[in-house]
């Protein structure tokens, strides 16, 4: 099977099109990387030609209210117009759990409006919403930071591996469209401050991370419960505390890499 991967060469599209070639399908890492601009539109009638499922893993460069709206907007009609013509029988986005609840943000207005293009038009689809990458936690406290300190509130969130975001992807884009939403989630919830500290801490970042109920994720006002994912939620198997000595163990071994 023919399969596009819009955002190919991203943190998921990358490990997406590996999975897929490992299961012996002909993936496609399209992106502006390799010549596939689905804003301008260069490349994709090409790479599209007799493509059986389009995978769209993009992300905009800018998280700017109006640009990152833009993005959203003129990607996604131009893949789908784009499927229309190529005779595409599946269109799978990767989106975010919690969207809806999520709206104070720009960001999320754009997803929303990208998962609502997708539902409007003519191709069979499956969007499928995850919960935070454990790749996103330190970009968290990054966002959070002031100073020394990360203000982060005592929210609950089920955060997943970008590895188990991709296996999801690629089962649910090499079976029949599902016409709806499906959400993935990590195996266990912790709570933002809570898994933020652990990660600064293993990293030996020296930041000190409080637990304020009044602060923001990403700027936006969030319960106990905005971003847990549904109880019908398939869960990912890759534990974060493992995925953490993973990665800091690797982190050393990068620094020295010339640049
Ligand atoms: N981060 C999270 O925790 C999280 C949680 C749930 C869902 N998501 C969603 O997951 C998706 C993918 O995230 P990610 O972290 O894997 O993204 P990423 O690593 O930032 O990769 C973005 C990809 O989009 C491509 N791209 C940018 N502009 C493009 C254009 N005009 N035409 C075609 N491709 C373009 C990039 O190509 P180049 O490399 O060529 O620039 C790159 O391959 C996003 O939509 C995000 O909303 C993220």
């Known amino acids: 099977m023919k399969i596009v991967v819009i955002g190919g060469t991203g943190l998921?599209?990358?490990?997406l099109v590996k999975k897929l070639l490992e299961h012996g399908h002909e993936a496609v890492a399209a992106s502006p990387q390799t010549g596939v601009n689905s804003i301008t539109g260069e490349g994709l009638a090409d790479?599209?030609?007799?493509?059986?499922?389009v995978v769209d893993?993009?992300?905009?460069?800018?998280?700017?209210?109006a640009a990152v709206l833009k993005f959203f907007e003129t990607s996604t009609r131009n893949l789908l117009a784009n499927e229309a013509a190529a005779g595409v029988g599946h269109h799978v986005a990767l989106s975010v759990v919690g969207t809806e609840r999520l709206l104070e943000s720009g960001f999320f207005r754009a997803k929303l409006a990208q998962e609502n293009l997708i539902k409007a038009s003519s191709i069979p689809y499956s969007i499928v919403r995850a919960t935070q990458f454990f790749e996103f936690v330190k970009p968290i406290a990054d966002y959070a930071t002031e100073g020394n300190k990360v203000r982060l509130p005592p929210a609950l969130f089920q955060p997943m591996a970008a590895e188990d975001v991709a296996s999801a992807v690629a089962r649910i884009a090499t079976s029949a469209p599902v016409n709806g939403t499906v959400e993935i989630g990590g195996p266990e919830p912790f709570r933002l401050d809570e898994l933020a500290r652990r990660d600064l801490a293993a990293r030996q970042d020296p930041r000190e991370v409080i637990c304020d109920p009044h602060a923001g994720y990403y700027g936006i006002q969030v319960s106990e419960s905005t971003l847990l994912p549904d109880h019908n939620a398939q869960l990912g198997k890759a534990h974060f505390e493992d995925w953490l000595n993973q990665s800091t163990k690797q982190a050393p071994k990068?620094?020295?890499q010339p640049a």
């Open 12 to 15: 998921v599209g990358s490990k």
């Open 47 to 53: 790479a599209l030609k007799g493509a059986s499922v």
């Open 57 to 65: 893993v993009t992300n905009s460069p800018s998280w700017e209210d």
């Open 254 to 256: 990068a620094a020295q």
